[in-house]
């Protein structure tokens, strides 16, 4: 995957930092590291689901890490999906329109990150879990019959229950971190999980949501806005973000 390789100089990218998984509000506590493999906890669901966290490995888990308030066999939002080097990940609503007005789709990185506790000193904090490179973008209201069954048959939730005409899934390669590795880390050194240390081409290329001058600081510090999903840096034909995300990447898969 060098940078001039499989992504290609010329062409124009976006890298979506998209924020997934258990937080202080949805879930209620920080996705854990378990055995030094971060773990995203899916948020909890209601009828729009037909996934248990017990279904997907996830029970004991989700019991113990919530305090005993969601049990294993309460309904959750495995969204995003990863199987068989896949990733399939739906958005719908005001986070999919400001996906569609930044031109995001086919060859563009979707770059998930949560908030997580660390295994040996339980600080919380975001950490980079997953990526996915955009293959196919399906939206779901004009799609053939045979493809939404095929993503019904895979339980995914967007498929299940579509949110209007708005309801998009995004498909292709992607896959999860094997280890909860340092450079996957987002939050400075002791800070709050906010506050994140950030490559220079990502001063340079700018994030959307955080236009504000003052959230830039001093050094490789960014204040990130404390909600939102979606955050999409347009990295143009420049070199520098493909080889951060080729680095990403691989410390992903090992």
């Known amino acids: 995957m060098a940078a001039g390789g499989r992504y290609g100089r010329a062409a124009a990218m976006r890298i ?24 995203s906890l899916p948020i909890p669901a209601g009828a729009a689901s037909r996934t248990r966290y017990a279904d997907i490995g ?38 999919q329109t400001h996906l569609a007005n930044h031109g995001v789709g086919v060859g563009d990185v979707f770059v998930f990150f949560g908030l997580f506790r660390e295994e040996e000193t339980g600080e919380p904090h975001h950490r980079i879990f997953g990526w996915m490179e955009v293959a196919e973008v399906i939206a779901l209201a004009t799609a053939r019959e045979d493809t ?3 993503l019904r048959a895979l339980d995914h939730p967007h498929a299940i229950a579509m949110h209007g005409r708005n309801d998009v899934i995004y498909r292709g390669p992607g896959c999860t971190a094997k280890a909860d590795h ?39 510090r960014l204040q990130s806005v404390a909600r939102g999903q979606e955050f999409v840096a347009d990295m143009g034909r420049r070199k520098a973000p493909r080889e951060w995300l080729e680095a990403i990447q691989q410390l992903i898969a090992t």
Do not use: N
């Not at 005993?68 to 896949?86: K, N, S, V, Y």
């Open 148 to 150: 939404l069954a095929g």
């Open 16 to 39: 979506v930092f998209s924020r997934k998984g258990f937080d202080s509000a949805a879930g209620g506590a920080p996705s854990p590291i378990v055995d030094g493999v971060p773990v």
């Open 58 to 95: 996830l029970g004991a888990l989700v019991e113990s890490t919530s305090g005993g308030r969601i049990a294993r066999e309460d309904l959750c939002h495995h969204d995003p999906m990863f199987t068989g080097g896949e990733c399939l990940f739906g958005q719908c609503g005001a986070a």
């Open 182 to 220: 340092p450079d996957l880390r987002l939050t400075v050194s002791g800070g709050p999980p906010s506050l994140w240390c950030i490559p220079q081409w990502l001063r340079e290329t700018g994030l959307s949501y955080h236009d504000r001058a003052d959230r830039w600081l001093r050094g490789p």
